[in-house]
């Protein structure tokens, strides 16, 4: 996969902080975003340590000391269930998804390499996402979860959208 480069270098949305452009009710939720991340209640430890992986492969933050959280805040969706209203007729409800998601992302891992998807060298990670990606993929998990439409519509959509929900992404 190619480097990550934000389109937006050098802005910073926290210097709006204390401008007109912020409410106190802005404020007080990009201060919970920023302050209050939430705990693992969805993700068994071994989905949480998966997706950690592959967002560090979709949004790779090589820059900062401390990475923005991002499996923290789709954990809390989940374990909330809130959704985004609709679903693919191909897909299963999203939380049967994500748990049958990084099954099968662990799955390719080993059918291609012989190892769990959070212990490969980057390259091979980014070829199990390639493979996800490209519909290149076997295994029982992938015929009940579309693996293309997995990658796009709920995996890909959801890391990059958590990284730029939060303030200091941007």
Known sequence: MTPFRTPYVGYDVLAKWNTSSWDDQT???????????????????????????????????PE??????????????????????F????MPPLREAWRLGLAGIDH??????????????????????????TGDVDGEVWAC???????TTVLLKEVVGEYYAQPAAG
């Open 27 to 61: 404020r007080e939720v990009l201060r919970k975003r920023l302050t209050e991340v939430p705990a693992r209640r969805f993700f068994s430890d071994t989905e949480w340590q998966t997706l950690e992986a592959v967002c560090g492969r979709l949004v790779p933050q």
């Open 64 to 85: 900062r000391s401390d990475p923005i959280p991002i499996v923290p805040w789709i954990d809390e969706k989940l374990h909330h269930d809130r959704r985004d209203g």
């Open 87 to 90: 679903r693919y007729d191909d």
């Open 108 to 133: 390719e891992s080993h059918r291609r390499f012989g190892a769990e998807f959070r212990s490969l060298s980057e390259a091979d990670q980014d070829a199990v996402l390639r493979a996800i990606q």
């Open 145 to 151: 979860l579309p693996p293309q439409r997995f990658f």
